[in-house]
């Protein structure tokens, strides 16, 4: 159980176009979704926390008009990256919680995202 | 604000050895404690988690961790690695108090197990 799906895995996209990332999951409601950042050899840093049927909150430094973060259903969220440079590349992981209460958030398999 | 501290960016170990890779957060209000595994181009899996209870956590293959409130340190041990094991393993603390549900994460220790 509790397993959240990313598609697609890997994409390559043209310096000025947009893309975008899906998160699912896949066995259960997800009340609240996370999307990640990973850079080479680095850790994950939050980007932003989306509820379903509410706007995200973005965490500080992150462009929200650049990544934008749409959870319209109880197990689908997409972030779209706008406008892509090179420096957007990245590895983009999603996360989802479950209940309400539950403090436990399970993980996608991730999104490599390469800007030529 | 909460901060993970993975003091160990390198741990190399020979196998059969045994490993303990260290985590010290920052804050000694309630928390939850969590370490996952990342192999290369891919996500996270759980190892372990502390939500309550005893403090001694086992986790899926041979991990086990100690949850030290007074040290504030949740430390990953296994008594005898594998060559599957090498990868890169990141400690993650939520903060009760927050009531945001988010996770820290330390900015990971890679293991390379060594033949």
């Known amino acids: 159980g509790a397993v959240v799906s990313q598609h697609p895995s890997r994409v390559i996209c043209k310096s000025g176009t947009s893309v975008k990332i899906e998160c699912r999951s896949l066995d259960f409601q997800a009340t609240t979704m996370f999307w990640y950042r990973q850079f080479p050899k680095q850790s994950l840093m939050l980007m932003a926390t989306s509820n379903e049927g509410s706007k995200a909150t973005y965490e500080q430094g992150v462009e929200k008009d650049k990544f934008l973060i749409n959870h319209a259903s109880l197990t689908l969220s997409t972030l779209t990256v706008t406008s892509a440079h090179p420096e957007d590349s990245s590895f983009y992981i999603c996360?989802?919680?479950?209940?309400?209460?539950?403090?436990?958030?399970?993980f996608g398999p991730g999104t490599r995202l390469t800007v030529t | 604000a909460q901060s993970v501290t993975q003091l160990d960016s390198q741990v190399p170990v020979f196998e059969e050895a045994p490993v303990e890779l260290r985590c010290n957060y920052s804050s000694s209000v309630s928390v939850y404690l969590f370490w996952y595994v990342q192999y290369p181009n891919q996500g996270l899996q759980l190892l372990l988690k502390y939500l309550s209870g005893s403090t001694l956590v086992k986790g899926i293959n041979g991990f086990e961790a100690e949850f030290n409130k007074s040290q504030t340190s949740f430390h990953l041990r296994k008594p005898s690695v594998h060559i599957s094991d090498t990868a890169e393993y990141f400690c993650a603390v939520s903060d009760l108090t927050s009531g945001t549900y988010k996770y820290i994460f330390g900015t990971g220790t890679r293991l390379k197990v060594l033949a």
């Open positions: 996360s989802a919680k479950g209940t309400a209460s539950s403090y436990e958030q399970y």
